[in-house]
């Protein structure tokens, strides 16, 4: 999208999704406005010659182009869009292939328009609002890093008595170390919480994307796993060291100039303290100069 919204600074672009990702882009450089695909109206649209929502159907076809990521292999959205009003339509390719990274994969639609195609890292743009509410969380000027324990799948996780070995070493070095927890992240947090030096740590738990964003480009660095929030801290900028186990980073690892992807092998666990902290040592030495 950034590459439209520099080619057509004064088009209006809206987003339809799922409004806590969608939030990401709400009129922070973006969107000028997002919509929910959540909401009941859209239901028509993914029956067979459904009953279509009469407004939801204006709505669609006010835009001059449409673009879809959805997956839609018997055309049933797209044949109502098309019963809806919408004269252009472009069925953007949803599910990544192995053939690319999947952030080039999702922006073949752009040869559509006769854009380049290639792009460079992704970025996010927190608002002020969601900077200012960060700041209210970080009371103490000091360093600090953001450690996300947790990936969603057990095989995509490191050891949480690792991270707290991690956290402790930190820790030594003067750095306040924030824990990202999500819904998704309970049985890592559950072991975390076994080790002494989770009392420590600061928590940053159910933060909507947009002030966690905001809440990671205060951090000297940030260290995850192959998740969202990894992607999310690339894309503010910050250092980002991303483990990797038996997914491709090839196909999956945050995009930037700032990314380190550590993998031994398909089994994370292969990956020791050691090799992490040597991962993390230059970014701590780059603030002592």
Sequence with gaps: MHVVRERFPAARVEVMGYSHIAALVDRRFYANAVRSIEQRSVAGFFAARGDLDPELSAYFASFETVVSWLYDPDFIFSDN???????????????????????????KWLFEFKMDASLSAPRIYPSAEDRAQSLKMLARDTPRVALHIGSGSPAKTWPAARFAEIATWLQERGVEVLIIQGPADMESEREFSKHGVARDCSRLKDLTLPVLS????????????????????????????????????????????????????????????????????????????
């Design 81 to 107: 869009l098309k019963r809806a009003g919408v004269t252009r339509l472009i069925r953007a390719e949803g599910s990544p292939t192995r053939e690319v990274h999947a952030t080039e994969h999702l922006a």
């Design 214 to 289: 905001a809440v990671l480009e205060q951090c000297l660095f940030f260290l995850g796993h192959d998740s969202g929030i990894s992607h999310l801290a690339a894309a503010v900028g910050i250092p980002t060291i991303a483990l990797f186990g038996p997914t491709d980073p090839a196909l999956w690892a945050p995009r930037g100039p700032s990314v380190t992807v550590l993998r031994k092998n398909p089994d994370l666990a292969s990956l020791s303290v050691e090799d992490v902290k040597r991962a993390l040592e230059p970014r701590l030495q780059s603030r002592r100069r």
